[in-house]
């Protein structure tokens, strides 16, 4: 696994997963939480998927430590204008 810093936070068609494994990361990766992916086809080659997380590093996981969730719609506007947000401390 690589951690590198991507571009593009933008998507237009936005992707979620679901983390299902975390080892060696349970700090910064919480199971059974939701995740966007961020594109990233080089890191797709690689077997890895690029996603957004609160750290602002957008880092690298093995792509089977996720499954893709295929959500209706009005989820996806409503889970993207929510991470629009500002984070409240």
């Known amino acids: 696994m690589s951690i590198r810093k991507a571009s593009a936070r933008c998507t237009p068609a936005a992707r979620f997963v679901v983390c299902v494994e975390n080892a060696g990361y349970p700090a910064s990766l919480k199971l059974h939480k939701l995740y966007r992916v ?50 409240s401390a």
């Open 38 to 87: 961020l594109p990233d086809a080089g890191a797709a080659k690689d077997g890895d998927i690029r996603i957004a997380d609160e750290s602002d590093d957008d880092p690298l996981y093995p792509a089977d430590w996720f499954v893709a969730l295929d959500l209706p719609q009005r989820v996806k506007t409503s889970l993207l204008r929510r991470l629009a947000q500002p984070q």
